[in-house]
């Protein structure tokens, strides 16, 4: 997992703004996912990727946005669509192959000012 | 989809003792369950997995046992320390929708 950062570690939105949160990893994993956790909360899937230039939605995708051009980057964007953006949020990747054991980023911390 | 029950939600043991989180899972076909604890604040760090060739996996202080007739799969820590105090969740490999499900974690205090 100390081959995954993330950035920023803190976040503010303000209301109507989009923001993009930074996931990288040097890890040469095939597979990335991000994850929301809300206080006190397990961790719900918001977009997963298996390969460059594919993302699926997860759990909760609506409000966000993906991309996946580069194998070490998959950053996520939290639209003004998403009207309750306040969480913890999580990248993880795997090793190749879905079922892969995945490992995390130290996260970003978003808050709505 | 897949669906993982975790309990019990909050767990207070003294130390030494030990202690038992037992989760479910719905998908008989999920066949990969890690377990990881997360301190506050900080990142969830794997602390042990299973796949789901395998019925008991032993790492020092913590086993997982894993009964795929039942469809359920435990954590045990034995001679809890202190900092073994954090929230741990289990999770399963979903096959059909490709991600993993994660339970909704269990608060373990271990009191001096």
């Known amino acids: 997992d100390g081959g995954i950062t993330q950035s920023p570690k803190y976040l503010f939105r303000k209301e109507g703004q989009n923001v993009t949160l930074s996931c990288e990893q040097n890890l040469n994993h095939d597979a990335m996912y991000w994850y929301r956790q809300d206080p006190g909360q397990g961790l719900r899937l918001i977009y997963y990727s298996q390969i460059v230039n594919d993302f699926q939605k997860g759990d909760i995708a609506e409000g966000y946005s993906v991309s996946r051009e580069k194998k070490e980057s998959f950053p996520l964007t939290v639209t003004s669509a998403q009207k309750n953006p306040t969480a913890f949020y999580l990248c993880?990747?795997?090793?190749?192959?879905?079922?892969?054991?995945?490992?995390f980023g130290p996260g970003t911390r978003l808050l709505v000012l | 989809g897949e669906n993982v029950e975790q309990h019990p939600s909050t767990l207070s043991v003294q130390e030494g003792d030990s202690a038992v989180i037992k989760c479910t899972y719905s998908?008989?076909?999920?066949?990969?369950f890690p377990w990881y604890k997360q301190e506050l604040g900080k990142r969830p760090q794997l602390i042990i997995d299973?796949?789901?060739?395998?019925g008991e996996k032993k790492d020092q202080r913590i086993a997982v046992t894993l009964n795929k007739t039942a469809k359920h799969f435990s954590l045990h820590i034995t001679e809890t320390q202190p900092e073994d105090s954090a929230v741990y969740f289990c999770a399963a490999w979903y096959n059909a929708g490709n991600m993993l499900t994660f339970g909704g974690g269990t608060r373990l205090m271990v009191k001096p």
């Open positions: 993880a990747s795997s090793h190749p192959g879905l079922s892969g054991t995945q490992y």
């Open positions: 998908d008989s076909a999920s066949n990969y």
């Open positions: 299973i796949r789901s060739n395998v």
